[in-house]
């Protein structure tokens, strides 16, 4: 199992609805993973909107692609670059720090993502 963020074992982001590149829970990712699905946050109706606006309807479900479609409140593993995006926006949605795996970094700063740290 990856790290996460803090230097510790990935935690897990949330298994139903499954999420994740893998779909087993994790926000870990793959070469072929062009996504990089690696920050677990937590939906909220402004980040989904936004999302649909930017290109990526997360509310619609896609059975085809094992893909319930999401409601603020659900937790799903995102894509680092839109989650940077929606940072840059004003509208990132609160992350579950212990499940965003380490490579995140490379992208967004721990700063950040603390500053949207889930505390409950």
């Not at 074992?9 to 990089?36: H, I, M, S, V």
């Not at 004003?90 to 995140?104: K, T």
Request: charged share 20%.
């Amino acid at each position: 199992m990856p790290t996460n963020v803090l230097g510790a074992e990935l935690e897990c982001c949330c298994a139903n609805p499954p999420t994740g590149y893998f779909r087993d829970g994790y926000c870990r990712t793959a070469a072929d993973d062009k996504g990089l699905h690696t920050v677990c946050a937590e939906m909220t109706a402004e980040f989904l909107e936004f999302s649909a606006a930017a290109g990526n309807d997360l509310s619609t479900p896609h059975p085809d692609w094992d893909f319930p479609g999401l409601a603020a409140g659900d937790r799903w593993c995102l894509c680092v670059e839109r989650w940077k995006e929606a940072l840059e926006a004003g509208v990132a949605p609160p992350v579950v720090i212990g499940a965003c795996q380490i490579s995140a970094l490379e992208f967004v700063s721990l700063e950040d993502l603390q500053a949207h740290a889930l505390t409950r």
